[in-house]
């Protein structure tokens, strides 16, 4: 099986959650550097994969892909039989609530969870004022949305049902970040419900590799 690509720095959140998936479905990929810092994600060649300038880029055989949930879904759909077979559901009715709590990821959980990311942890890395205000309010807002989730983790084991599926794993990369780069991970670890969810989400070895990876891309490791 020829390799996948995957255009992006693993640090990035929308580009890890591509590499959880292509590493709990088994699928060989090669990771291509794109250096954000001068600017290549906004070259002519780069814009010709990614035409808004983002990472990451995904390129399989003759396609090319980008959204990182729309290549997640791509990648369980076209490697279903190997891997975590049930990654994306098996049938009409699991499919619609994986998708369902896709689309709340993206949608209500992904906002204010990765504002609070940039503010606390990268706006101090990029030496960049922080907005108290913004903060608050982006803070608020995902206590609302995890109060949602603690109450259906109170119900089922994962968000679509008993099994780990997308839709949990699409939430690793923000959860990972609010709690080991900024101060608030109480946000998690205060509800007993999503502090033992994140507990089994984030112990797959797909998601240990990916760590990896981003430790080892952290300025100053080898
Ligand atoms: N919805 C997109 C978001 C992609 C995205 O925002 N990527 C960020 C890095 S995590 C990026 O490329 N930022 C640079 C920019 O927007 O110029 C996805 O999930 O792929």
Redesign the pocket.
């Known amino acids: 099986m020829a390799a996948v690509k995957v255009h992006?720095p693993p640090l990035?959140?929308?580009?890890s959650?591509v590499l959880a998936c292509l590493i709990e479905k088994d699928v060989p990929f090669q990771l291509i550097p794109v250096n954000?810092a001068k600017g290549q994600?906004?070259s002519p060649d780069y814009l010709k994969i990614q035409p808004?300038?983002?990472?990451?880029a995904f390129e399989d055989e003759h396609i090319t892909l980008?959204?990182?949930?729309a290549?997640c879904r791509y990648v369980a759909e076209k490697y279903v039989e190997q891997g975590n077979k049930g990654l994306f559901g098996n049938n009409p009715l699991t499919k619609a609530s994986i998708d369902q709590w896709l689309e709340a990821e993206?949608q209500n959980f992904n906002p204010p969870s990765?504002t609070l990311v940039f503010q606390l942890a990268f706006a101090p890395m990029m030496k960049l004022k922080q907005d108290p205000a913004i903060i608050k309010q982006n803070e608020e807002k995902l206590s609302k949305v995890l109060d949602v989730y603690e109450k259906r983790l109170g119900e089922s084991k994962f968000l679509a049902g008993d099994e780990f599926t997308l839709a949990d794993l699409s939430h690793l990369p923000n959860c990972q970040y609010l709690l080991s780069w900024t101060d608030r991970g109480e946000l998690i670890t205060s509800r007993k419900n999503v502090e033992r969810w994140w507990g089994e989400i984030s112990s797959h070895d797909s998601w240990k590799k990916v760590v990896e990876m981003q430790n080892a891309a952290l300025p100053g490791e080898a």
């Open positions: 992006g990035s959140t929308a580009v959650r954000m994600h906004k808004f300038g983002q990472v990451p980008f959204e990182s949930r290549i993206a990765s």
